[in-house]
């Protein structure tokens, strides 16, 4: 599949202006791991080939479990998560698969159990940040597999 938009190249101001709300969540308070989490969950459910490749490449490097990975697609019955997790994933789905309606009041309710008020915005803005970056990658058709992770250079 060959990429139809070249945005680096084209649009750098908003490459910029993404790149700069993900230095913002680096610092936000929000553990990088769960951050991942949630980024490579809605990159699979929107179907996002070269965001799942990199995440899953970020998450490998920083030395995720395989088997939580693996697990990620039937989240909701694989025992590898904590609940804190659990709650995030919940909101993560429910906030990107927003075309079956608004976020159901059950999953705001399980997210505030484990989340403040500032870290359930920061989370918030980071599935809207994925799913911005999926929205990009799917349209510009960014191929998958070439990513290499930082650690692993």
Same mark, same amino acid.
């Given at each position: 599949?060959?990429?139809?938009?070249?945005? =680096?190249?084209?649009?750098?101001?908003?490459?910029?202006?993404?790149?700069?709300?993900?230095?913002? *969540?680096?610092?936000?308070?929000?553990?990088?791991? *769960?951050? @991942?989490?949630?980024?490579?969950?809605?990159?699979?459910? @929107?179907?996002?080939?070269?965001?799942?490749?990199? $995440?899953? +490449?970020?998450?490998? %490097? !920083?030395?995720?479990? &395989?088997?939580? *990975?693996?697990?990620?697609?039937?989240?909701?019955? /694989?025992?590898?998560?904590?609940?804190?997790?659990?709650?995030? *994933?919940?909101?993560?789905? %429910?906030?990107? @698969?927003?075309?079956?309606? $608004?976020?159901?009041?059950?999953? $705001?309710?399980?997210?505030? +159990?484990?989340? /403040? &008020?500032?870290?359930? %915005?920061?989370?918030?803005? %980071?599935? !809207? /940040?994925?799913?911005?970056?999926?929205?990009?990658?799917?349209?510009?058709? =960014?191929?998958?597999? =070439?990513?290499?992770?930082? +650690?692993?250079?």
């Amino acid at each position: 599949m060959e990429p139809r938009i070249h945005y =680096t190249n084209v649009a750098p101001g908003v490459v910029e202006a993404m790149l700069n709300l993900a230095g913002y *969540l680096r610092t936000s308070g929000l553990d990088e791991p *769960l951050v @991942n989490l949630v980024c490579l969950r809605a990159s699979q459910l @929107n179907g996002c080939a070269y965001c799942i490749d990199m $995440h899953w +490449k970020d998450m490998r %490097a !920083a030395g995720e479990d &395989e088997q939580r *990975l693996y697990g990620l697609d039937a989240w909701q019955e /694989s025992p590898y998560y904590s609940d804190r997790e659990r709650a995030a *994933l919940a909101w993560t789905d %429910a906030v990107t @698969n927003i075309q079956d309606g $608004h976020v159901p009041d059950d999953v $705001h309710d399980r997210v505030q +159990k484990f989340f /403040s &008020e500032k870290e359930l %915005a920061d989370l918030t803005f %980071a599935i !809207a /940040s994925i799913n911005g970056w999926n929205r990009l990658n799917i349209a510009a058709r =960014t191929p998958a597999g =070439t990513y290499r992770p930082a +650690k692993a250079r």
